[in-house]
Structures are given as structure tokens and as C-alpha cells.
């Protein structure tokens, strides 16, 4: 059962340019998220998407954006990169249900390093 | 704001104690509450999930949930020099919330 898959895993940009990073849900998932985790800090929710729709969105401003295609794979992008956008992305896969008893899986992460 | 708070450590241990974990979170209405384990340059791993308040046991770990004072802990049985990682908790909130909210995370340390 394959689990929750990113790429890349490492990647160095310079400021300015736009990057896009890449998920790939477990298996029987349905629903992908999106989260920062600067170094020392807890990982920080950037937006949630099910149904192909951006369902849910933290307090990240618009340069974040993301895309889920029909297979339930995502992708973030990010534009106009800062140097403060440097951290580990991580992706997180769930099976949406009404129960709210849902138990989310990352994927191993991008390390993001923008100089 | 929904916040979660833990102390950030580190918690040292020995080898073989109970290791003690603590969050407290702000939100009334949340709902499902987690511990993800994240070794050093990792992603956080799930190993425990919690909804109803009481004790969960899963191996040498137990999980305890407080609703009414807004608690959950985390305690590592017969801790092992492999247990040594960054604890974060990390609360799911009600009414049409769907994102974790994680804590900072506690830095255990297991000391053979």
C-alpha cells in the first residue's frame, strides 16, 4: 500500500522565481493538505483540497496557490519566492468523511531553501 | 486564534521510565486530537489519535483526553533511546474545520 509521496525531496531556489511542489495521496485517500514547518515550529496549515476545490484556507497570502487534479494528486505553487519561504512543505492526505474521526498521513516532504 | 501549546523541553528521561507528554489546546469545539512523532529532518509520523475523553493504550503508548480542561497527554512506557524525537501535538477542530492545528512540539530525549 503505497503511502503519501512528494517531490522532489530537496530543492534550492532563488528569490523571485516560482517553484511547484508535488503530492501524491495514500491509497483510498481522497483529500490533500498542504502545511509549512519552519524550523523549530509546529507545521502550519496552508489550504486543504477535496473534490478538485480548495476547501479550506490558513493564513498564507496569494503567492500560495495549489491545483488538485482528478486523480486526487496535488500540486503547491509558490510565486514570487521570499527568503522566509524557506522550510519543509509537507503534504497530508486524509479519507474526507462526516465523522471528523479522520487520521491524516504526510508524505516524507520538500525541503525548500531559497537563497 | 486556535492555539496549541506544549512545552517545548527537552524532556530528558532514562532509559526504561515513563516519558510524559502535555498539550492544551484553546479551541472548546475540537474534536479529534493527535500525537505525530517527527525524528530530526523528518515528516511527523501518526502514532496516536484520541477522540473521547479517558485513556487509549496502543502498545507502550497511552493517550489521555480532558475535554472539560482542554488536556491531552501523551505517555511513552518503557521509553528507549529510539523514542528520542519532537512530540507534536496536533487538535482537528469541529463546525466545518478541516485543518490540524499542531503545537510546537516537546524535544524527548531517552538517555541509555
Known amino acids: 500500500d503505497a503511502g503519501v509521496t512528494q517531490s522532489p525531496t530537496h530543492l534550492i531556489k532563488t528569490r523571485g522565481q516560482q517553484v511547484t511542489l508535488r503530492c501524491s495521496p495514500k491509497?483510498?485517500?481522497?483529500?490533500v493538505s498542504w502545511y509549512q514547518q519552519a524550523l523549530g515550529q509546529g507545521p502550519q496549515f496552508i489550504f486543504q483540497?477535496?473534490?478538485?476545490?480548495?476547501?479550506q484556507r490558513g493564513n498564507f497570502p496569494d503567492r500560495f496557490s495549489g491545483h488538485q487534479f482528478p486523480n486526487y494528486s496535488s500540486e503547491l505553487n509558490v510565486n514570487a519566492l521570499l527568503l522566509g519561504d524557506s522550510a519543509l512543505y509537507l503534504c497530508?492526505?486524509?479519507?474526507?468523511?462526516?465523522?471528523?474521526?479522520?487520521?491524516?498521513?504526510f508524505g516524507q516532504g520538500t525541503r525548500l531553501t531559497v537563497v | 486564534q486556535k492555539e496549541v501549546e506544549q512545552n517545548s523541553g527537552p524532556l530528558s528521561v532514562p532509559e526504561g521510565a515513563i516519558a510524559s507528554l502535555n498539550c492544551t489546546y484553546s479551541?472548546?469545539?475540537?474534536?479529534?486530537f493527535f500525537w505525530y512523532r517527527q525524528y530530526s529532518g523528518k515528516s511527523p509520523e501518526l502514532i496516536m489519535s484520541?477522540?473521547?475523553?479517558g485513556d487509549k493504550e496502543d502498545g507502550r503508548f497511552t493517550a489521555q483526553l480532558n475535554k472539560a480542561s482542554q488536556y491531552v497527554s501523551l505517555l511513552i512506557r518503557d521509553s528507549q533511546p529510539s523514542d528520542s524525537a519532537t512530540y507534536l501535538c496536533?487538535?482537528?477542530?469541529?463546525?466545518?474545520?478541516?485543518?490540524?492545528?499542531f503545537g510546537k512540539g516537546t524535544k524527548l530525549s531517552v538517555i541509555p
Open positions: 497530508a492526505s486524509t479519507f474526507l468523511t462526516t465523522a471528523m474521526n479522520t487520521e491524516a498521513f
Open positions: 491509497s483510498g485517500h481522497d483529500t
Open positions: 483540497y477535496y473534490e478538485e476545490e480548495e476547501r
Open positions: 479551541d472548546r469545539v475540537s474534536q479529534s
Open positions: 484520541i477522540y473521547s475523553n
Open positions: 496536533a487538535v482537528l477542530s469541529g463546525a466545518g474545520s478541516y485543518q490540524l492545528t
